[in-house]
């Protein structure tokens, strides 16, 4: 008896967790959803949702979130590749990660620096003939910081799944006359997949919402779902549509999670 | 079992020691004191020299905290906690606060120094007869713009903004209530406008000052400003006059069509639990000679007609920041417009920023 209970008791501090933490606030965010700005129960959120407004900012947010994750992807992959190559493989992988632990905003305003009409970026540009142009406030600045903050979450996933990768089955593939992309497109990457899909959820899901960056780099040129969701809770008040946009956010992200998912392997 | 007792009984004891050091720590703060002041105001926005004044003068604690929004300033006072005593929203605010029973009105016999305030800023529409604010600095809307990056280009109207020379060069607040005030505005029509069809006409106006919009931005622009990262930006007063002790080559123009007038004000909230305090406060704040310390600290405009007079001349002469009467006629305060036109606005905005 005493072991059940303990083990009941261990649970105690998770179970708390996720419903003060995890179900409660989802639970109140899809309550406010259904709140108008008189505090009525209503569908007007949802309705309101289907206008044009949103529906352009929803395509907005996928079409930036999609090209963060493909060029963190590009990068990431052949880098985690080479990491797995190299002799002190984990410091590498240390030094990556590093910049992670620097806080979001100071990045962003050191970036604003860098990008800036007399910042480095530029003086370099001038300095190899190609003459300084207007980088800050652009989607390239956009993405390019984007993709920066991004990438050791990326490459993480996709290093341990190389990392594990059995070497031998590399040498069969070999040994059975496979050519380099043979065996990079029908070994290395369909056992590193999981990795890839683990990446692309962990970059494209807060992709979606970023707003700081939407307007210290890109001066509220590129507007996401995350502005939208700010200005109605901070701005206008209007928790109702924020909770809205919020609840629309968590359903795309579970569409996701489905779409990459794992497929259950037999034993 | 016997286990189990034992640590049941350790935890309690923690919860019962940990009670015991949050309740002195609220003491040694002053949260539960007689003689304590917790003064709410925006960050950097009073000469911390003053506050020890006035502890010197009254033998009141002062607790000095700050906020960076009216609206986080306002869920903060909503949810209690804190026995905020003095707090300084701005107009607009004050309206919804007043709505939500959350401000205690004012005993102006506690408050003889009101009598220094300029009368064109005493009886406004938000608070008439000043029943629970005092204004404590004032300013206005308008362009700040380098004339060294622009040579020959003056500014005297907002349609000067839409000029195709600007490409690319103007800096906007990300704010729905001052962009699109300055569409309407430039249109001749009421920054306080709530007609959906001028609300439109503004925003297609807006719409085609988008090429020459470099960015929306929030307190960055004090930055991009004083590095000459653009040309120009549209401004508040306060923020235009700390970029010009950065950038000596900017200049500020309130334009002729008129724009918004803004004031931030001293209110005691409901929290409070030394109204009699926040009243010597907001006196003390009131002295002419004391409030020309503080802007001289701050250096916003001061609503204080007798503290002009302990100023330097060249910051009181000074067009820019202290107008003549006759373009303060022209400028308008920001009514509460009800939660549903400040959405309209702000769904608008959104659309702008989309263009």
Same mark, same amino acid.
């Given at each position: 008896m005493d072991n059940k209970f303990l083990r009941n008791l261990y649970m105690v501090p998770y179970a708390v967790w996720i419903i003060v933490f995890v179900i409660a606030p989802i639970l109140l965010v899809l309550y406010y959803s259904f709140l108008d700005i008189h505090g009525n129960f209503s569908l007007v959120n949802y309705e309101r949702f289907f206008t044009s407004v949103y529906l352009k900012l929803t395509l907005s947010s996928f079409w930036y979130a999609?090209?963060?994750?493909l060029i963190s992807l590009l990068v990431a992959y052949p880098t985690a590749y080479l990491l797995t190559k190299t &002799? #002190? &493989? #984990?410091?590498?992988?240390?030094?990556?990660i590093v910049p992670s632990w620097i806080n979001l905003l100071l990045k962003a305003y050191a970036f604003i620096g860098i990008f800036g009409a007399y910042g480095a970026a530029n003086n370099f540009l001038e300095f190899i003939g190609i003459g300084s142009r207007q980088l800050l406030f652009t989607d390239f600045s956009f993405v390019f910081v984007a993709v920066y903050i991004f990438i050791p979450f990326m490459i993480l996933p996709i290093f341990n799944a190389l990392n594990s990768l059995n070497p031998t089955l590399i040498d069969a593939a070999n040994d059975l006359g496979a050519s380099r992309w043979t065996t990079f497109s029908k070994v290395i990457f369909p056992l590193t997949l999981n990795g890839v899909k683990t990446g692309c959820q962990v970059v494209f899901i807060p992709a979606l919402s970023l707003f700081m960056l939407t307007r210290l780099i890109a001066g509220n040129r590129v507007i996401t779902l995350g502005t939208a969701i700010e200005q109605h809770f901070l701005v206008t008040q209007d928790w109702g549509m924020g909770s809205t946009i919020a609840v629309f956010l968590i359903l795309i992200m579970f569409l996701i999670i489905r779409l990459t998912g794992f497929r259950k392997r037999g034993a | 079992m016997k286990k189990l007792m034992t640590g049941f009984i350790a935890i309690a004891l923690v919860s019962a020691l940990m009670l015991v050091i949050i309740d002195r720590l609220n003491a040694a703060q002053g949260y539960s004191g007689a003689d304590t002041l917790t003064v709410y105001n925006w960050g950097d926005y009073i000469d911390m020299e003053l506050i020890d004044r006035f502890e010197e003068e009254t033998g009141i604690t002062v607790i000095y905290e700050t906020f960076d929004s009216n609206e986080s300033m306002m869920t903060k006072v909503q949810q209690g906690g804190t026995t905020y005593d003095i707090a300084v929203p701005s107009e607009y605010m004050i309206e919804k606060m007043k709505e939500e029973d959350l401000l205690v009105e004012l005993d102006h016999e506690k408050l003889p120094n009101l009598k220094y305030i300029d009368e064109r800023f005493l009886d406004l529409a938000f608070d008439e007869g000043n029943k629970y604010s005092v204004p404590y600095f004032w300013g206005t809307v308008g362009i700040l713009y380098n004339p060294e990056m622009l040579p020959g280009k003056t500014f005297t109207s907002w349609d000067d903004l839409w000029d195709p020379e600007l490409k690319n060069e103007i800096l906007l607040i990300d704010g729905a209530r001052e962009v699109m005030g300055m569409g309407l505005n430039s249109l001749?029509?009421?920054?306080? =406008?709530? =007609?959906? !069809?001028?609300?439109? !006409?503004?925003? !297609?106006?807006?719409?085609?000052?988008?090429?020459n919009v470099k960015a929306i931005v929030g307190d960055e622009n004090?930055?991009?400003?004083a590095n000459n990262e653009a040309a120009v930006a549209l401004a508040w007063s306060g923020d235009a006059r700390d970029i010009m002790w950065e950038n000596e080559a900017l200049d500020y123009v309130v334009p002729e069509e008129g724009s918004n007038l803004w004031f931030d004000n001293m209110v005691i909230p409901k929290t409070s639990d030394n109204i009699e305090g926040a009243h010597q406060f907001?006196?003390?704040m009131l002295d002419p000679e004391i409030a020309a310390i503080n802007t001289e600290y701050v250096s916003y405009s001061t609503p204080n007609q007798a503290a002009l007079d302990y100023l330097p001349e060249e910051m009181v002469e000074d067009e820019r920041f202290y107008p003549s009467s006759e373009l303060t006629e022209r400028l308008e305060v920001y009514e509460n417009l009800g939660q549903e036109m400040l959405g309209l606005y702000n769904e608008l905005f959104l659309t702008f920023k989309m263009h």
């Open positions: 999609f090209l963060i994750t &002799k #002190h &493989k #984990h410091l590498w992988l240390l030094l990556i | 001749g029509y009421s920054l306080n =406008d709530t =007609d959906p !069809e001028h609300l439109q !006409e503004a925003l !297609e106006k807006l719409q085609t000052l988008t090429p004090k930055l991009l400003m907001i006196n003390f």
